[in-house]
């Protein structure tokens, strides 16, 4: 099947011919105002126009979410969870045709969009068992005939604001586990991703038809900052949960803030691997190779940075630069490519300016550097992926650039160095260290190790599971999503004393007889 016949499927499986319009949900769509047009990376070809949500359309979807909180938050959490399964299962029967769009929208590999597509059918399963152990403890009271506990309930209506990288995984981390806790969202992709994000809410509104559930427990409208600003400002959004760039990350926060409301960030990384001298090599460029040029270097856990022991640097960077000068950069739908093209042009501007300053600061250029325009594709946005030797003071290792390129540092000295130098930068998210030393590798998971939220031995930068908390610190904002306990950040938290007794003894011992 060729790419056109492909879109052509998936459109018509997705209705995404005639289900563009923004403000959308499972009752149907309600009108915007601007249209803006959706391009494939892969060869510039038009794929849908999409609505832009307008102030009214947006104040009616909030409305339906708030009825549907009504009935949604009022069944038992087990319920829900059977609900998802149902989602969880229709996922896993659209899997192949979500990878296929994730790929023709984002322009990732195949094999990576339908890993995505995978981790949404992987974080239902996940909020399925959750749906019996949202656990909250019980203490002992210092209180004779009195019992305390704790217990978590959900906070409202959810906004979610995802980048077009992760068009969908980023949205089943919140939408899905904010749905188990009994919460409905309201969902703001990015306008470079809005096809994928059309197709999970119609996969979505399917389950929620068939059992007769309000359409408002999952949302979806389309635009741009301004229309994501809403969200921010909105006193009716308990949550905002917000995936993207430093600075945008900063301007929710701060409004969000000025109504004392919630706000979960994942912003940018700029992740490194340390390599030491006690490294298993070949499994250490593996993993370079997959975290540095995945996903075109767009994920927000690419390896960005590598610092290697100067014992082996020069066996390092050979390889690299062999491994380099083999990679097949193309059409992300074809076997064989391991590289597909950036997300749009403005996307190949920063790539270009940034090597630009990078060499002007002293950087030496050791592989790639240019654009491409592979073989039969016309409009892309291919780049080269791109290794550059830095000196650990270059000042562009400090910043984050959606792209494949790969900085390239020598350290001597101790496991300590390195790590100081891993953390040196403003962002936190993720870090690997390939060690076969066991004081080295405890050493950079310490409280003196690593201060980023993820950090791995033995394996790469990116393509973490969803059952453990993803987030990272600093710059990238605090929040944590997916696995582990991060359900709680869904939740509001209740203490409750119970007095069973006939006599009201005060805490701390006070006495205040009448
Ligand atoms: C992101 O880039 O925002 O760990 C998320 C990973 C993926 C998720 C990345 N599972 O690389």
């Known amino acids: 099947m060729n790419q056109q016949e492909l879109i052509k499927k998936i459109s018509h499986k997705f209705q995404l011919a005639d289900r563009n319009p923004s403000g959308m949900s499972a009752s149907g769509s309600l009108s915007g105002e601007k249209i803006f047009s959706k391009h494939s990376p892969i060869n510039g070809e038009r794929l849908a126009d999409i609505e832009v949500a307008n102030k009214d359309a947006y104040n009616k979807l909030i409305e339906e979410a708030q009825q549907a909180y009504v009935i949604w938050s009022a069944m038992p959490a087990p319920q829900r969870g059977e609900i998802i399964r149902q989602i969880g299962e229709a996922f896993r029967e659209d899997k192949e045709d979500l990878g296929a769009l994730i790929s023709i929208e984002t322009g990732k590999l195949l094999q990576e969009g339908l890993g995505e597509a995978q981790e949404i059918i992987d974080i239902c399963d996940f909020a399925v068992g959750l749906s019996r152990q949202l656990y909250g403890l019980t203490m002992h009271s210092e209180r004779p005939d009195h019992r305390m506990y704790e217990q978590y309930h959900p906070l409202g209506v959810i906004g979610i604001i995802s980048a077009f990288n992760f068009p969908a995984a980023v949205w089943s981390w919140n939408a899905i586990i904010a749905a188990v806790c009994g919460n409905v969202s309201i969902w703001k992709p990015s306008e470079k991703a809005p096809l994928s994000a059309i197709a999970c809410q119609y996969i979505v509104s399917k389950v929620l038809k068939k059992n007769n559930l309000p359409s408002g427990i999952f949302t979806l409208y389309h635009g741009g900052a301004e229309q994501g600003s809403w969200l921010a400002e909105d006193e009716r959004i308990a949550l905002v949960s917000a995936t993207g760039s430093v600075a945008m990350g900063k301007k929710v926060n701060q409004v969000v803030a000025g109504r004392l409301g919630k706000v979960l960030l994942e912003l940018g990384g700029n992740n490194a691997i340390i390599v030491t001298e006690n490294a298993n090599i070949e499994m250490a460029v593996r993993a370079i190779i997959f975290g540095a040029v995945g996903t075109a270097g767009q994920r927000c856990t690419t390896t960005r940075r590598l610092i290697v022991h100067e014992t082996i640097y020069n066996a390092i960077v050979e390889k690299l630069k062999h491994l380099y000068g083999q990679l097949v950069v193309g059409n992300p739908l074809e076997k064989g490519v391991l590289v597909g093209p950036l997300i749009d042009n403005s996307a190949v501007e920063l790539y270009e300016q940034r090597i630009k300053i990078a060499l002007a600061e002293g950087a030496v250029l050791l592989a790639g550097g240019k654009r491409l325009k592979p073989v039969g594709l016309d409009g892309g946005t291919y780049v080269m992926p791109t290794l550059l030797e830095a000196q650990p003071s270059l000042p562009s290792l400090q910043e984050e650039t959606f792209a494949p390129i790969l900085y390239v540092s020598k350290y001597s000295g101790s496991v300590d160095v390195a790590i100081q130098l891993n953390n040196n930068v403003r962002q936190g998210l993720s870090s690997a260290i390939f060690t076969n030393d066991m004081q080295q590798m405890e050493r950079f998971l310490s409280n003196r190790g690593s201060d980023c939220g993820i950090a791995n031995v ?38 409750n004393t119970i007095n069973y007794g006939a006599t009201l003894p005060l805490a701390q011992g006070i006495k205040f007889d009448l």
């Open 458 to 495: 033995n394996i790469g930068t990116s393509g973490a599971e969803i059952g453990g908390a993803f987030g990272g610190e600093k710059e990238t904002g605090g929040g944590r999503e997916s696995g582990s306990d991060s359900w709680k950040a869904y939740m509001r938290r209740q203490t």
